[in-house]
């Protein structure tokens, strides 16, 4: 699945670019300079500038028109669906999140890393940077439909 999307964000890199020829310092449309005739040349998106390759142009696409997915409050989420919303020590009452990620904080990483991992394997969530950053899946074929 991860590369099929790949693909399409490289297909709209494509699109949303134009190839440019940095030796002659223009644009190229066909994807030939009109002036010295090459056909290596970089890609130009107006406004940001110019870059050999098209993994930058995807990543400036995903930055700039997409929100991080924000792993740590997606996985507090799924644990206040899980557990209790209070737990009850003695006589007083706590925020059973608070009290997991104040009680066991390498636990509460561990469980969090876990929770990466499965939601990344079952593509949930997808990285184009090696889990630097995730984004929604969801998010990213919505944006590819538009």
């Known amino acids: 699945m991860q590369i099929e999307i790949k693909k399409q964000l ?7 670019s134009t190839p440019f020829c940095y030796s002659d310092y ?13 056909d ?21 696409i995903l930055e700039t028109e997409l929100e991080p997915v924000d792993l ?6 799924s644990v206040r669906q ?8 003695g006589w007083m009452e706590f925020d059973t999140v608070t009290l997991m990620k104040e009680n066991d904080p390498v636990g509460w990483r561990c469980a969090l890393a876990d929770y990466e991992s499965e939601e990344a394997s ?11 950053t995730y984004y929604s899946s969801q998010s990213i074929e919505n944006l590819i439909e538009k």
Not at 40 to 60: A, F, K, N, S, T
Not at 72 to 77: A, K, S
């Open 26 to 38: 223009i644009e190229c449309p066909t994807g030939r300079c009109t002036k010295c005739g090459s």
């Open 10 to 16: 490289e297909e709209l890199a494509y699109k949303r």
């Open 82 to 89: 899980i557990y209790p919303e209070t737990t009850k020590v």
């Open 72 to 77: 740590g409050e997606l996985f507090e989420e």
């Open 40 to 60: 290596d040349l970089m890609r130009l998106v107006p406004g940001v500038g110019c870059e050999w390759g098209i993994d930058w142009v995807v990543q400036h």
């Open 122 to 132: 079952e593509g949930t969530i997808l990285s184009f940077d090696n889990g630097s």
